[in-house]
């Protein structure tokens, strides 16, 4: 089975859609004085930023550059 | 909002610009600027910002008034304004023993390295049993109060050392054979359940 081709550009996008995610998240979770927003913090906003990392990470290893990057 | 949080939040702020700029326009990273740039603002500025945040939540989380937020610590923190000489708690937190902003987390951690964050993971049951569960009445201390939590301030200290009941008992407190606030010693803590009856201290007056 062929996996089907994704180019870096689109893990990119992907990546920093979940970091900006996950940090907004964050921001709320600070400003928010309530017991919840620790939970809302580790289990909401880090998981979106570390996922987000992760798919930035993974588009160095298996992204396919597109043909004009690969001229430079 | 001043401080380390204000300083976070810059920095988070600074991260989504960044982010933003390879959600919008991606095609930067063809150069090396950019796979640089890229690799500051969806690695290693991401990772810095969920390094410090978990930081500014653990600080945070060791106020008095994040612990008297929840429902269910309400009366806890309102026993610190009982106005009772023997109210262990109160007279800590009223003459300053304990830093006030700090009153629970000053008794209630194992002062190891790994305290904080150990209490931190048994705290998360706490908040699974305000939101999904029914916090226990009375609340306890699993495996009871430590006199640890006592010695770390008392221990070495002259007023403690030298009072005959303490020196009679010395190796069963320091072996938590015999706890601090057994009946007949330090036993009047957190009176929750009577606060609404008893006499209370309001600062100032």
């Given at each position: 089975m062929k996996l089907p081709v994704i180019g870096i550009q689109r893990f990119l996008q992907v990546s920093s859609g979940l970091i900006i995610l996950g940090l907004l998240v964050e921001i709320v979770s600070l400003l928010w004085f309530h017991p919840l927003s620790f939970v809302l913090f580790v289990f909401v906003g880090a998981i979106l930023i570390g996922l987000g990392i992760v798919v930035y990470l993974a588009s160095l290893v298996v992204a396919v550059s597109s043909p004009a990057e690969n001229r430079g | 909002m001043t401080g380390p949080t204000g300083v976070l939040v810059a920095l988070i702020v600074l991260t989504i610009v960044l982010a933003a700029v390879f959600l919008l326009?991606?095609?930067?990273?063809?150069?090396i600027t950019g796979k640089i740039l890229a690799f500051v603002a969806l690695c290693i500025l991401p990772a810095l910002c969920i390094d410090v945040g978990m930081s500014a939540h653990m600080q945070r989380s060791e106020q008095t008034r994040f612990c008297v937020s929840c429902h269910s610590m309400e009366n806890y923190g309102k026993s610190?304004?009982?106005?009772?000489?023997?109210?262990i708690p109160a007279q800590h937190f009223q003459n300053h023993r304990v830093p006030p902003d700090m009153a629970c987390y000053a008794c209630h951690t194992?002062?190891?390295?790994y305290g904080p964050m150990k209490d931190k993971l048994k705290g998360m049951t706490r908040i699974y049993m305000q939101y999904v569960s029914t916090p226990p009445n009375p609340i306890t201390i699993p495996g009871g109060f430590k006199n640890a939590q006592c010695l770390?301030?008392?221990?070495?200290?002259r007023a403690f050392e030298e009072n005959p009941v303490h020196t009679a008992i010395m190796s069963s407190l320091t072996a938590n054979q015999l706890s601090c606030v057994s009946s007949g010693c330090h036993?009047?803590?957190?009176?929750a359940s009577e606060v609404g009856h008893l006499k209370m201290w309001r600062p100032g007056q």
């Amino acid at each position: 089975m062929k996996l089907p081709v994704i180019g870096i550009q689109r893990f990119l996008q992907v990546s920093s859609g979940l970091i900006i995610l996950g940090l907004l998240v964050e921001i709320v979770s600070l400003l928010w004085f309530h017991p919840l927003s620790f939970v809302l913090f580790v289990f909401v906003g880090a998981i979106l930023i570390g996922l987000g990392i992760v798919v930035y990470l993974a588009s160095l290893v298996v992204a396919v550059s597109s043909p004009a990057e690969n001229r430079g | 909002m001043t401080g380390p949080t204000g300083v976070l939040v810059a920095l988070i702020v600074l991260t989504i610009v960044l982010a933003a700029v390879f959600l919008l326009r991606s095609s930067i990273t063809g150069g090396i600027t950019g796979k640089i740039l890229a690799f500051v603002a969806l690695c290693i500025l991401p990772a810095l910002c969920i390094d410090v945040g978990m930081s500014a939540h653990m600080q945070r989380s060791e106020q008095t008034r994040f612990c008297v937020s929840c429902h269910s610590m309400e009366n806890y923190g309102k026993s610190l304004y009982v106005d009772d000489p023997k109210a262990i708690p109160a007279q800590h937190f009223q003459n300053h023993r304990v830093p006030p902003d700090m009153a629970c987390y000053a008794c209630h951690t194992d002062y190891t390295i790994y305290g904080p964050m150990k209490d931190k993971l048994k705290g998360m049951t706490r908040i699974y049993m305000q939101y999904v569960s029914t916090p226990p009445n009375p609340i306890t201390i699993p495996g009871g109060f430590k006199n640890a939590q006592c010695l770390h301030c008392h221990a070495g200290a002259r007023a403690f050392e030298e009072n005959p009941v303490h020196t009679a008992i010395m190796s069963s407190l320091t072996a938590n054979q015999l706890s601090c606030v057994s009946s007949g010693c330090h036993d009047t803590v957190h009176n929750a359940s009577e606060v609404g009856h008893l006499k209370m201290w309001r600062p100032g007056q």
